[in-house]
């Protein structure tokens, strides 16, 4: 077997490597059954106890009350940019956005194909999207407010939400979420990609609020509504099994490795220090963002040339350093820091990013 190197790709992202350990030994016989997840029926015990088990350990994690449901949806969060817009757009309200860029961008323009009267309340793009607007002005005439918490190509994050008052909080989360702990009571709807933070690709966590599903129109197709996966607990048809049981392992190992999200938070929190503190005190590097909306997960940064940063993902890759490519729209350099990627996976970046520049520099 290969040595195994440091992912730090944003997107499927590094997984715990107790997780995969664990995949791997049941993989022909979980939990005594003599078969995978992957063979078994999503209608059999098993199957059930693993979903119940991945949604209880959501609800703990996230102090979610009885009034939210947690679903495992296909068609990734791509797909919630409409079904959002589908479910909780009210007759004579707007749907309120925050634009800050790339994946917000494309929230709007879903909820712009549906017809939607969309108010964007605010936006980054007048600084090229390297902030989050502050002193958000809300009018209560609105279905919902949506944001995206963390914005993986900009490398931008919430780090408070607005006061909305009775109009819900509707977050894209998809790169964000299960790395800090957050007050969940002003949010409708969040919806997550698994694979940076809870797991592989192809699940996407919805978290709705009871009252969302009052709002659900009649004449939308079964397989996008909201509803539907409420009242059969995401079974309507067959689910994601396979990466549903891997996103149940990975909040297992942040119960039980890590001991929930306010210590992932604070590890998280150690992490973004150690490199924003390297960035700022130096001059080779730099980092576009503005300081109070910096990532904790996404840190993107730029070399003087485009010739300098190809041989620095090269030579990163060379040494096990993986993934530190940034999104073919912005170019530059990007290490993504999800929940897997332990402290000391981000000293050996900062250590390899001060040799380039000694060797470069
Ligand atoms: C914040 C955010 N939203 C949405 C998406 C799109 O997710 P998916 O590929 O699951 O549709 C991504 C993917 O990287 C993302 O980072």
Avoid at 285 to 290: L, S, T
Avoid at 311 to 323: H, K, P, S, T
Wanted: aromatic residues 10%; charged residues 25%.
């Amino acid at each position: 077997m290969g040595k195994r190197v440091t992912v730090f790709n944003p997107g499927p992202a590094m997984l715990p490597d107790p997780v995969l350990e664990r995949v791997q030994t049941e993989m022909l016989d979980f939990a005594g059954t003599g078969m995978s997840v992957m063979e078994m029926s999503h209608r059999s015990k098993q199957f059930e106890g693993v979903l119940n088990d991945a949604v209880s350990r959501i609800k703990r994690l996230l102090r979610l009350g009885e009034r939210y449901h947690v679903l495992f949806l296909q068609g990734g969060a791509s797909l919630q940019f409409a079904m959002v817009p589908m479910n909780l757009a009210q007759d004579g309200k707007s749907v309120a956005y925050v634009d800050t860029g790339s994946w917000a961008s494309k929230a709007v323009k879903e909820a712009r194909l549906l017809k939607k009267d969309v108010t964007l309340v605010a936006s980054s793009t007048d600084r090229d999207y390297t902030y989050i607007p502050k002193n958000i002005a809300i009018d209560e005439n609105l279905s919902y407010l949506h944001l995206t918490s963390n914005n993986t190509i900009r490398g931008t994050q919430w780090h408070y939400f607005p006061e909305s008052g009775d109009v819900p909080l509707v977050s894209d989360m998809s790169s964000d979420i299960f790395s800090r702990l957050f007050n969940p009571e002003p949010f409708g709807l969040i919806y997550a990609g698994a694979q940076k933070n809870a797991g592989p690709s192809g699940v996407t966590i919805v978290i709705i609020r009871e009252d969302m599903l009052e709002r659900t129109p009649r004449d939308i197709p079964t397989m996008l509504k909201y509803s539907t996966f409420t009242e059969s607990n995401s079974l309507y048809n067959t689910p994601p099994c396979f990466a549903i049981y891997v996103v149940g392992l990975v909040m297992q190992w942040l119960e039980e490795n890590i001991g929930g999200l306010e210590n992932m938070e604070d590890l998280n929190r150690r992490k973004a220090n150690l490199i924003y503190d390297y960035l700022d005190n130096q001059d080779f590097y730099r980092n576009p963002v503005e300081r109070d909306s910096r990532s904790w997960m996404n840190v993107v940064f730029r070399l003087p040339t485009q010739e300098l940063e190809q041989d620095f993902i090269q030579e990163a890759n060379q040494v096990g350093l993986v993934g530190l490519k940034g999104h073919r729209s912005v170019g530059g350099c990007r290490a993504s820091l999800y929940n897997a990627v332990d402290l000391k996976a981000v000293e050996s970046l900062v250590d390899f990013m001060k040799e380039f520049v000694r060797s470069k520099g």
